[in-house]
């Protein structure tokens, strides 16, 4: 039986928003409203192909911008958790859900030396074109209306964790790591065993303190443990590790 930790990446793994943090590769660091002002709610990918075009199209080079990316700062107590995760994989396993991108999520945990640490990553598609620029694909369609048009992670975390069961592993319990309102949905897969982490003061948590069912019960039955850092996460999974 072992344990599977499931973590998002923007402002949980790396300490800010991989998507925010790549316009740094602009010669001004800035985009125009033209492009800033096209984004409609529901709908990130999209503007994020937009972001990544107006990018090429200023010229900036894939090895800019990767180089970039690598200097995403990760949150603190990631890199000491993430290589307990490495050295422990008899018995974690370890998946990223993520809005982001592939190939964002790719350079930061190798440029970190922390890809060992992650089985597998499931993001937006992500790929240099022809022209230069990088685009970004919807990770999957779904029909949950709580979520991005191009991600539920419910609908990943359900089908990894069947696919895992079918393959013979059951985990003893989960750890669900994030931080948005897009991580609030896959709290609804996890039993009363596994514990959901939201971030302390971030969107997550406060969902989760408002979720209640009509009958006035929680509507979450994972057990709920707030982290600010990367040693409070170690700390919890060391502890139910030995337990």
Known sequence: MK??????????????????WVIQSLPNQNLPNSVKCSYRKGHWTDYMCRVMQYIGDQ???PDRVRAVMETIPLTAGMIDLLTFI?????????????????????????????????????????????????????YHSHDCNKCPVNLCKR?????????KTAGGTDYERIFYVGDGGNDFCPTSCLRENDVVMPRL???LEKLLARATTQEGSPSVRANVVVWSSGSKILQELKASMKS
């Open 3 to 20: 344990h599977l930790m499931v973590f998002d990446f923007d402002h949980t793994v790396v300490d800010d928003n991989c998507d925010i």
């Open 155 to 163: 609908k990943v975390l359900e089908l990894y964790l069947s696919e």
């Open 201 to 203: 003061g971030f969107t």
């Open 86 to 138: 490495s050295e422990n994989k008899n018995t974690v396993d370890c998946i990223v859900i993520s809005d982001a991108n592939s190939l964002f999520i790719e350079w930061v945990l190798t440029a970190a030396g922390l890809q060992s640490a992650v089985d597998q990553v499931f993001s937006n598609p992500a790929r240099f074109n022809e022209s230069g620029w990088m685009e970004v694909q919807h």
């Open 59 to 61: 010229g900036v080079s």
